[in-house]
């Protein structure tokens, strides 16, 4: 099958949109609304339920993150190369897939009933909130479909596209800047579905508190315990915008 | 003495509890000050406390529950209490031990509006609370000061962990019911362990003067800090996201004015001043073994000003000339190294923290008085500090880790400079033997008698301006001072002479004269009113139509009338 215009359009152009708005987004965000950049903890209003459900899905979310890495970075002919055969690989991938991507979405649907039914944290729930859990749902749900099918297709024996011979390899050439948009023409609906759903979630991180999962704190295992830091010999300009990024 | 490490200033703070009435004087004009947003509204950066009582946030002082301060551990170091580093981020996602806003309170306002509003009827209107968190109304339980003067009830101090520490025996003699006020303000402490705790790094000490400040744009809210301060003097703006805390009113305190809650206390019971430590001294004696040791060897931290070698140590370190002379002249460095009678409060928390107090001596003289006995005479009052109606063993669980003998040490001195001062005051002889009695000279009393009983303004706040602000360091930083102070104008008495560039030069003054329509658009609508409709009726030389002067379905004619751009400079607001 060819790939048609719309193809080209969102597996050939999007992406690059996508990564400018990223990238651009971030560093306009980091450059001007420094003081907006936080995580917006919801703990002061309501403990209980966040103390289960935000570790189950940002563990959750890790291990789907670092999936997704292997899955999309790693070629199959490494795996093959180390002797990983395709049926190991998959079972492994689907079971840990399946498990990863159940207990994100548990997770985030308590968060979420809990943001819902929480006074205080329905209150300081923004716009940018609902669109962003919107989005964020819809991805993991669009993923975890992708799994079931594949799992399902695997049981049933049918030849479903494998996606590490469409999607992974089109991910990969985006990053050279050489998309093999053939490629992802060829993967099945429900993976170009959860592709164009992640891109719709990286354009839209830098604008929510998604950002805050780029200052990870790693950096505090390195670091004395005691900060000290000098005055600013000059005063740093006093004016910043009013507005948070994310009202 | 030993070698003298890299010196460091420390702005401190003493507070004489025999003093404090417990107006809350200093907690609302810090509040007005500082904490009178929303985000902040549970917030008290100072708040004054009964005790016994249960504080602010409630139980604040149970470390087993909140796990704030620092731990040693069996190899000798020092631990966050809460967790290390890698158990820091491993509960960074929900962190386990942080107060709920119910700890604190829920913050709320009335609903006025219901007053004005309510239909005709038999009766009368009443304003109900409602939260500020979410806007429905709410039954009023508890509060930053609930239990203010109800201190000693069973109900309210049995709660106290103090109280619950130090047993049964002693709540029983609460029954007679005493209380005294502890204002509490951030520590600023020399090893803080919310400092410790952020792991984005957006907490630092101040390495001028030790003022511990949050940076607002490097928090990413991940409360640790919360959780690590043992005080619970951190807080969460729960609008912002970010951490917020006392700042000891570095603005003020920069250009050598004291703390807000200083310069309005009523009691005039705070005294600020710099303190010269050995920062290469701070971890050790914050890490020695026996907590009894630790108000010692924080006392041994501190270096005395006055010696040439001290001196010549904080000049190579980049301290100033006119700070030495200041530290020479602190308030807090006379009253805790040099006459010993200030105390850190929970030196066992090991932060080393840097507002101390003065405990309360008060209730003794009167509980001696009531059987009969002369209530200032010397013996008699060192006899009865052992038997004070505020237990020495409530204090010292305060003060010093639980050891009484410091604070035994302490009230001696404070009853001494009674009876000696007394006889002064009574036209008899000074009697040395007093001052010896307690470990001091008679000329030691009467200065400590200055400082604590006369304390004038200049003696209680003994503070250099900033210094490092350029490199030629002139000490100099202008206060952001009133706009009408130019010369001739009306903040210089009248309206009258020259001002810099002519009438209306400069940036236009925020004058709240406004319009009916612009008054009435402003309070009702729910955004923020749009500059353009505003119109500053100073600044009108009473030609022409404005923008802004009338309401938005004339804007087109106004529009119109000010196309020769005549008025867009004069009133001020950009078109």
Redesign the interface.
Known sequence: MNPTVLDYMLWGALPYVVIAVLVGGTLWRYRYDRFGWTTRSSQLYESRLLRIASPVFHFGLLVVVIGHVVGLLVPETWTDAVGITNDMYHATALSLGAVAGVTTLGGIALLIWRRRTTGPVFSATTANDKVMYLVLVAAILAGLATTLLSAAAGLTGAHEADYRETVSPWFRSVFVLQPDVAAMAAATGAFKLHALIGLALFALFPFTRLVHAFSAPVWYLFRPYVVYRSRDKEPTQATRPIRRGWT | MARIGKVMAQVAMVMNLDKCIGCHTCSVTCKQAWTNRSGVEYVWFNNVETRPGQGYPRRHEDQERWQGGWKRTAAGRLK?RAGG??K??A??????K?P??QDYYEPWTYDYEHLVTAPLGDDIPGARPR?L????PMPITWSANWDDDLAGGEELASNDPIVQKIGDKVRFEYEQAFMFYLPRICEHCL??SC??S????A??????DGIVLVD????????MCVTGCPYKKVY?N?????AEKCTLCYPRVEVGMPTVCSETCVGRLRYLGVVLYDVERVGRAAAVKDEHDLYPAQLDVFLDPDDPEVAAAALRDGIPERWLESARKSPVYRLAKHFEVALPLHPEYRTMPMVWYIPPLSPVVDALSETGHDGEDPGNLFAAIDTLRIPVEYLAELFTAGDPEPVKRVLAKLAAMRSYMRRINLGQEPDESIAEAVGMTGADIEAMYRLLAIAKYDDRYVIPT?Y???EADRGVIDEIGCSLDFEGGPGMGGMGGAVPFGEASGRPQPASVENFHALRDRQTSDGRSGPARRFNLLNWDGNGRPPGLFPDRERDAADQNTSDGKYLEGSGEPK
């Open positions: 966050p580093r890698l820091k981020l509960t960074i996602f929900a962190n386990p942080m709920a806003i939260s968190l979410t806007g429905e090893n803080p400092v410790a952020c792991p984005s790094g907490m630092y000490k101040r390495a001028e607002q744009d490097k928090c990413r809210g991940w409360r969460f729960h609008k912002t996201g970010k900033a490092g602000v350029d």
